[in-house]
């Protein structure tokens, strides 16, 4: 009986094979879904991949056929990548700013820290010193972070 039951759930998942559709919005916005869209273009996957000679990509069989000069990219605009770019540069900016001022206030902290009401060297006072310092080099890892980011945009 046991191997009855395998054998249909065996069948019954070999014959299930998810739909998958490709959309492409106004803005060059490709969606992969399970859902068809309007406008969708229903992408057959079987044993071979994926319909990938119409977007003139080959399927990766390993590393070195992942390589950029097998990727068709789409063309974006001088404007639009400028566009992108302003705006991804305001948003990294702006964490930028938030993270040099939570950087500021864990320096502060852990320079009042020597004021608390902890004895030096007591066990609560090497604790927040060392949560104080995680925190000084946390938000100082993440400036480092977002400043080489932001040299990375042309």
């Known amino acids: 009986?046991?191997?009855?039951?395998?054998?249909?759930l065996g069948v019954w998942i070999v014959g299930a094979q998810a739909e998958i559709y490709k959309h492409v919005d106004a803005n060059?916005?490709?969606?992969?879904t399970?859902?068809?869209?309007?406008?969708?273009?229903?992408?057959?996957i079987g044993?071979?991949?994926?319909?990938?000679?119409?977007?003139?990509?080959?399927?990766?069989t390993g590393h070195a056929s992942y390589a950029r000069e097998n990727v068709v990219m789409p063309a974006i605009e001088t404007a639009t990548q400028k566009?992108?770019?302003?705006?991804r540069r305001d948003v990294l900016q702006d964490e930028?700013?938030?993270?040099?001022?939570?950087?500021?206030?864990a320096k502060s902290a852990l320079a009042k820290a020597d004021d608390s009401d902890a004895p030096a060297g007591s066990a609560?006072?090497?604790?927040k010193q060392v949560k104080l310092s995680d925190a000084v080099r946390l938000h100082t890892d993440n400036v480092e972070a977002?400043?080489?980011?932001?040299?990375?945009?042309?």
């Open 1 to 8: 009986m046991r191997w009855l039951l395998a054998w249909v």
């Open 28 to 32: 060059g916005v490709v969606t992969y």
């Open 34 to 44: 399970d859902y068809p869209m309007r406008g969708a273009q229903r992408l057959h």
């Open 47 to 60: 044993k071979e991949g994926a319909n990938w000679g119409k977007a003139g990509v080959q399927p990766a």
């Open 83 to 87: 566009k992108r770019d302003n705006l």
């Open 96 to 105: 930028l700013t938030k993270e040099q001022q939570a950087l500021d206030q």
């Open 124 to 127: 609560a006072w090497r604790t």
């Open 146 to 154: 977002l400043q080489r980011e932001l040299q990375r945009i042309h």
